[in-house]
């Protein structure tokens, strides 16, 4: 399995900042995925981040609110932008597994937004 | 459209005791892919099982065992003699070969009380 290390792993930040949150993987993979889960809430795709073009973003998601790089196979961040109270949640990268297809996570990162 | 239900929000139980978690799964296609992962409370999705649409065969992996069954349309989750340990919260997902892209439950919450 793949291990992925996510910073930061917590955070509170105030309204109208942005924060970014970068994804490690051990190993070169095509495609990272961002996945948020509200408090209390199952996980929604953001977007899936591909090494040398843009991200994809799923419904309900902007690349404004949410840019996303992907610099190399191996790292990617996710801004989270002029953030309010609603943005609170946990924010998860994510990897396939290429012959099994079963996502790996990282630790997430728990923003609080005040 | 592609579905997954979790019915059950929350489950407690007490050491020991057996608990299953229900999963039921909507989808059109024939080849699907269906998966357990459990989140302790320290917020990482941990990959727990992974079952493709062919394989109907009931899976046991220690005090876990899996039943899937294509006539109901469910892929529940046993826990054997449980123990604290395994409070956390848990989510079963489908996809689709060929697809990035994973529908999660909303996740049953089990307790699991000393």
Redesign the interface.
Known sequence: SAVISQKPSRDICQRGTSLTIQCQVDSQVTMMFWYRQQPGQSLTLIATANQGSEATYESGFVIDKFPISRPNLTFSTLTVSNMSPEDSSIYLCSVQRQNTGELFFGEGSRLTVL | AQKVTQAQTEISVVEKEDVTLDCVYETRDTTY?L?W?KQPP????V?LI?RNSFDEQNEISGRYSWNFQKSTSSFNFTITASQVVDSAVY?CAL?L?GT???I????TRLKVLA
Do not use: D
């Open positions: 892919y998966f992962y320290s917020g990482e999705l990959f992974r989510f996809s070969p990035y892209k994973y999660f439950g909303t996740g």
